[in-house]
């Protein structure tokens, strides 16, 4: 199973409001990543994990918190959004961070709308 | 800084051609090089990986090479078909970030 699922697919919040976006993977994997993007441009990264500990963070808004329970899980709570930050937010897995890792999987993705 | 290329932008091709896609890059330190496919809205499939020490991979109808010392990686699609249409974008891993290129986007007319 190489498989990433995110939930939900599609979010639509207003600035004030509170939400989640939540990823998941089985594949054993110690390191997950939250990715944004934009139409028709590539991902950009924002977090990593490594070993449920929060390795990098890409001078990310906080705004936007992430936050991994445990190793399977990857969540990204998001608050006072702004309509800039509407996007296609990506979560991937690999099986480490650093070095030659092997292959990184991804999610579908969440479409976030901010209104 | 990684810059990372893919030429052209876009393409379109008739059913049957082999596709051809470039992906450049400036620095040869790479642990790896990715390719992935994507669908409009969706994520990214993963299709190949090359490592550092390979020249190519496949799988399929897909070939995928890596010349390093040139800062180069084709990735060719055998007998295209509808279905390959499809943004395709090459990724390099420094360390623990990628490189993406912009992406190609692959029309392929019945």
């Known amino acids: 199973d190489t498989e990433v699922t995110q939930t939900p697919k599609h979010l639509v919040m207003g600035m004030t409001n509170k939400k989640s976006l939540k990823c998941e993977q089985h594949?054993?994997?110690?390191?997950m990543y939250w990715y944004k993007q934009k139409a028709k441009k590539p991902p950009e990264l924002m977090f990593v994990?490594?070993?449920?500990?929060?390795?990098i963070n890409e001078s990310v808004p906080s705004r936007f918190s992430p936050e991994c329970p445990n190793s399977s899980l990857l969540n990204l709570h998001l608050h006072a959004l702004q309509p800039e930050d509407s996007a296609l937010y990506l979560c991937?897995?690999?099986?480490?961070?650093?070095?030659?890792?092997?292959?990184?999987?991804f999610g579908e993705g969440s479409r976030l709308t901010v209104l | 800084k990684q810059e990372v290329t893919q030429i052209p932008a876009a393409l379109s091709v008739p059913e049957g051609e082999n596709l051809v896609l470039n992906c450049s890059f400036t620095d040869s330190a790479i642990y790896n090089l990715q390719w992935f496919r994507q669908d409009p809205g969706k994520g990214l499939t993963s299709l190949l990986l090359?490592?550092?020490?390979?020249r190519e991979q496949t799988s399929g109808r897909l070939n995928a090479s890596l010349d390093k010392s040139s800062g180069r990686s084709t990735l060719y699609i055998a007998a295209s078909q509808p279905g390959d249409s499809a943004t395709y974008l090459c990724?390099?891993?420094?360390?623990?970030?990628?490189?993406f290129g912009a992406g190609t986007t692959v029309t392929v007319r019945a």
């Open positions: 991937a897995s690999s099986q480490d961070v650093g070095g030659n890792t092997g292959e990184l999987f």
């Open positions: 594949m054993g994997h110690r390191a």
């Open positions: 090359i490592q550092s020490s390979q």
């Open positions: 990724a390099l891993r420094v360390d623990y970030k990628l490189s």
């Open positions: 994990y490594s070993y449920e500990k929060l390795s």
